[in-house]
């Protein structure tokens, strides 16, 4: 904190006398401190300019050797390939990202909120108990048990054994589903927040004039706890896109454009992954294409979140 | 007739539709919960049949086989991740609570790089995993540290990973020791500093400690960051240092997982069955932390 100059005249001997105290010990130690807490604050925006700096640097350098509009719009990606048969269209990448996420949210999204109605408006308070702490715990399940669980539960036994689908070993349908497995606690979680934090004013004041406990859940809570909602779905949706081992693990690793689920999908996580635990040279293009693809996979959740956060801020309603 | 008995009587009667819709919805609601869980519980109940009759003593102090499955164990994996969670407690105690000290204590919001701070923080909270691999790849492993695919390597990226967490949750705890306090404090003539030491933090702690144990249990269950930055495979040492080579948990799991041999995958699900133990007991131990010490203002 910076000392305060005072320079005040004095009025006995008409002289001016300089009042303007020299920093003591004591003020020295607490601005060491002040310093040191910026330093530590300083760290995260370093990472972010480390992590925005190293993607972009090594994207530069393979856009100098690939040209964008390749990259961007070619639909056959496979980089690993002999030099004649080389190519680098993301397309398959990112198509193998959206169609495992959106596989994904069809299962998470409807169970996660219809769970999260339930538990912020219709269980009882034992349960409400219980269940969210394990919503918590389940949330925290590392992704590689759900890789494991989907390889070598859900696809042998669910897809192909009970429900009788001819699925590859590797596929984007098995993938996708345990995937959506995997975001529900965090939907269902983050949306019960929200909706629990809607005030019970709204509640009985609907209650009183005559509303059913349905028309409360769906007409006055959900409405009301939107912004949250909107920021829960979209928080799985990031989850979704980033999620790298159990696609890498269940999803196989064949960039593919096609809808068929039961094939086959590399995503952009998958890919970054795969190709990254050999050992390819500093600079090769190989390297470089790690970068590339990351920061495609990036910009899209930078995206998301942003839009998450000005969606909350929109619809947001502030309650006494 | 009280007032409720003539709400009642005024309030309509509702009609077999609304029944109907209700009973369908709380249906469709039990369903979706019941599927939820259900998943869930499968889950669970595979990696533990499959995998507990794997665990035993021998499992834990075994080194990894890539010949002999049955001779095949986790150590250098349980070494590597227990290293790998003190790094990372190491670096992100001190930044991280440092950092929401800052900012909620000594930051004036109003000032545009406070806000930059603040916006960057919630940004990497939601970065892939995978990013942070990319960077611990081109930052730490090679390019301007080169530290190459060693133990401080990993650490350091895990930590880079989970520290926004760690801030986010710092913050809220440090936020919700009141303002009386810190006023009665400096009223007596403590700085900031010694309010902060000696009033707030201690008024935080558990919040504060309970957040940094959920996110070392996330730390040590991430896969994709080790396995950028090039984690050894299945190694049949512990790592000596911070300079050594080393394995965790996850990635020892994701070998074995890729394995043809079925009989290694089992030894895949004995190693979660170690994994999840371990998130389960550093979870009990912050729910503990939290029921026990929370302070009550």
């Given at each position: 904190?910076?000392?305060?100059?005072?320079?005040?005249?004095?009025?006995?001997?008409?002289?001016?006398v300089?009042l303007?105290?020299?920093?003591?010990?004591?003020?020295?130690f607490?601005?060491?401190?002040?310093?040191g807490?910026?330093?530590?604050?300083?760290?995260?925006?370093l990472?972010?300019?480390?992590?925005v700096?190293?993607?972009i640097?090594?994207t530069?350098?393979?856009?100098?050797?690939?040209?964008?509009?390749d990259?961007?719009?070619?639909?056959?990606?496979a980089p690993?390939?002999?030099?004649?048969?080389?190519?680098f269209?993301?397309?398959?990448?990112?198509?193998?990202t959206?169609?495992v996420?959106l596989?994904?949210?069809?299962?998470?999204?409807p169970?996660?909120?219809?769970?999260?109605?339930y538990?912020?408006?219709?269980?009882?308070?034992?349960?409400?108990k219980?269940?969210?702490?394990?919503?918590?715990?389940?949330?925290?399940?590392?992704t590689?048990?759900?890789?494991?669980?989907?390889?070598?539960?859900?696809?042998p036994?669910?897809?192909r054994?009970?429900?009788?689908?001819?699925?590859g070993?590797f596929?984007?349908?098995?993938?996708g589903?345990i995937?959506?497995?995997?975001?529900?606690?965090t939907i269902?979680?983050?949306?019960?927040d929200?909706?629990?934090?809607?005030?019970?004013?709204?509640?009985e004041?609907?209650?009183?004039?005559?509303?059913?406990k349905l028309?409360?859940?769906?007409?006055?809570?959900?409405?009301?706890?939107?912004?949250?909602?909107?920021?829960?779905?979209?928080?799985g949706?990031s989850?979704?896109?980033?999620?790298?081992?159990?696609?890498?693990?269940?999803?196989?690793?064949?960039?593919?454009?096609?809808?068929?689920?039961?094939?086959?999908?590399?995503?952009?996580?998958a890919?970054?992954?795969?190709?990254?635990?050999?050992d390819?040279?500093?600079?090769?293009?190989?390297?470089?294409t790690?970068?590339?693809v990351g920061?495609?996979?990036?910009?899209?959740?930078?995206?998301?979140?942003?839009a998450?956060?000005r969606?909350v801020?929109?619809?947001?309603?502030?309650?006494? | 007739?009280?007032?409720?008995?003539?709400?009642?009587?005024?309030?309509?009667?509702r009609?077999?539709r609304d029944?109907?819709?209700?009973?369908?919805?709380?249906?469709?609601?039990?369903?979706?919960?019941?599927?939820?869980?259900?998943?869930?519980a499968?889950?669970?109940?595979?990696?533990?049949?499959?995998?507990?009759?794997?665990?035993s003593?021998?499992?834990?102090?075994?080194?990894?086989s890539?010949?002999i499955p049955?001779?095949?164990?986790?150590?250098?994996?349980?070494?590597?991740?227990?290293?790998?969670?003190?790094?990372?407690?190491?670096l992100?105690?001190?930044?991280?609570?440092?950092?929401?000290?800052?900012?909620?204590e000594y930051?004036d919001?109003?000032?545009?790089?406070?806000r930059?701070?603040?916006?960057?923080?919630?940004?990497?909270?939601?970065?892939?995993?995978?990013?942070y691999?990319?960077?611990?790849l081109a930052?730490?492993?090679?390019g301007?540290?080169?530290?190459?695919?060693?133990?401080?390597?990993?650490?350091?990226?895990?930590?880079l990973?989970?520290?926004?967490?760690?801030?986010?949750?710092?913050?809220?705890?440090?936020?919700?020791?009141?303002?009386s306090?810190?006023?009665?404090s400096?009223?007596?003539?403590?700085?900031?500093?010694?309010?902060i030491?000696?009033q707030?933090?201690?008024?935080?702690?558990?919040?504060?400690?309970?957040?940094?144990?959920?996110?070392?249990?996330?730390?040590?269950?991430?896969?994709?960051?080790?396995?950028?930055?090039?984690?050894?495979?299945?190694?049949?040492?512990?790592?000596?240092?911070?300079?050594?080579?080393?394995?965790?948990?996850p990635i020892?799991?994701f070998?074995?997982?890729?394995?043809?041999?079925?009989?290694?995958?089992?030894?895949?699900?004995?190693?979660?069955?170690?994994?999840?133990?371990?998130?389960?007991?550093m979870?009990s131990?912050?729910?503990?932390?939290?029921?026990?010490?929370?302070?009550k203002?």
């Amino acid at each position: 904190m910076a000392e305060p100059r005072l320079a005040a005249a004095s009025g006995a001997m008409g002289g001016r006398v300089d009042l303007t105290r020299t920093p003591s010990a004591r003020s020295r130690f607490e601005g060491a401190i002040r310093a040191g807490l910026i330093g530590a604050a300083c760290i995260s925006v370093l990472t972010t300019l480390a992590i925005v700096g190293s993607l972009i640097v090594e994207t530069v350098q393979f856009f100098g050797e690939v040209p964008i509009a390749d990259f961007l719009f070619g639909t056959r990606w496979a980089p690993t390939f002999a030099e004649s048969q080389q190519s680098f269209g993301v397309l398959p990448l990112v198509w193998g990202t959206v169609f495992v996420s959106l596989i994904a949210l069809a299962v998470a999204v409807p169970l996660g909120l219809l769970s999260a109605i339930y538990l912020a408006e219709y269980a009882p308070q034992r349960v409400r108990k219980v269940v969210k702490p394990v919503l918590e715990v389940l949330a925290g399940v590392p992704t590689i048990v759900f890789g494991y669980f989907a390889l070598t539960y859900f696809t042998p036994e669910v897809l192909r054994g009970v429900l009788g689908i001819e699925v590859g070993i590797f596929n984007a349908l098995s993938a996708g589903l345990i995937m959506g497995l995997l975001v529900l606690p965090t939907i269902a979680s983050v949306a019960e927040d929200a909706m629990s934090a809607v005030p019970a004013s709204l509640r009985e004041g609907a209650f009183g004039l005559g509303a059913s406990k349905l028309q409360v859940s769906l007409r006055i809570v959900f409405p009301a706890a939107l912004s949250g909602i909107v920021a829960a779905l979209i928080l799985g949706a990031s989850r979704a896109v980033g999620e790298t081992v159990l696609v890498l693990v269940a999803g196989g690793q064949i960039p593919s454009l096609s809808i068929d689920p039961t094939e086959s999908h590399q995503t952009m996580a998958a890919f970054v992954a795969a190709i990254s635990r050999g050992d390819i040279s500093t600079g090769s293009i190989e390297y470089l294409t790690i970068f590339a693809v990351g920061f495609t996979l990036l910009v899209i959740t930078l995206v998301l979140n942003i839009a998450s956060i000005r969606l909350v801020r929109k619809y947001r309603q502030v309650y006494e | 007739m009280t007032g409720a008995q003539i709400a009642a009587s005024v309030i309509p009667k509702r009609s077999g539709r609304d029944a109907a819709a209700e009973a369908g919805f709380r249906g469709t609601m039990y369903g979706a919960v019941g599927i939820a869980f259900l998943g869930l519980a499968v889950l669970i109940w595979d990696f533990t049949s499959d995998g507990a009759s794997v665990v035993s003593w021998d499992f834990l102090t075994s080194f990894p086989s890539r010949i002999i499955p049955e001779s095949s164990g986790v150590q250098s994996a349980l070494v590597g991740t227990v290293y790998l969670m003190a790094i990372c407690a190491v670096l992100v105690v001190p930044l991280g609570v440092a950092t929401a000290v800052y900012l909620e204590e000594y930051a004036d919001e109003g000032r545009w790089y406070n806000r930059l701070i603040e916006v960057n923080i919630q940004n990497l909270a939601s970065v892939p995993s995978v990013v942070y691999g990319i960077l611990g790849l081109a930052f730490i492993v090679r390019g301007p540290l080169g530290m190459g695919p060693v133990l401080l390597a990993g650490g350091i990226t895990l930590a880079l990973l989970v520290l926004p967490v760690v801030i986010i949750v710092a913050r809220e705890a440090i936020r919700a020791v009141p303002p009386s306090i810190r006023e009665g404090s400096l009223a007596l003539g403590a700085t900031q500093w010694q309010t902060i030491w000696k009033q707030v933090l201690p008024g935080s702690i558990a919040g504060i400690s309970t957040g940094v144990i959920l996110a070392l249990s996330r730390a040590i269950g991430e896969t994709a960051p080790l396995l950028v930055i090039g984690a050894a495979v299945s190694p049949r040492f512990n790592p000596e240092g911070l300079d050594s080579a080393f394995t965790a948990l996850p990635i020892q799991i994701f070998a074995w997982t890729q394995d043809p041999n079925q009989e290694f995958v089992a030894r895949a699900a004995g190693a979660i069955c170690v994994l999840m133990v371990i998130l389960l007991a550093m979870n009990s131990v912050a729910i503990w932390l939290r029921n026990r010490y929370e302070q009550k203002w």
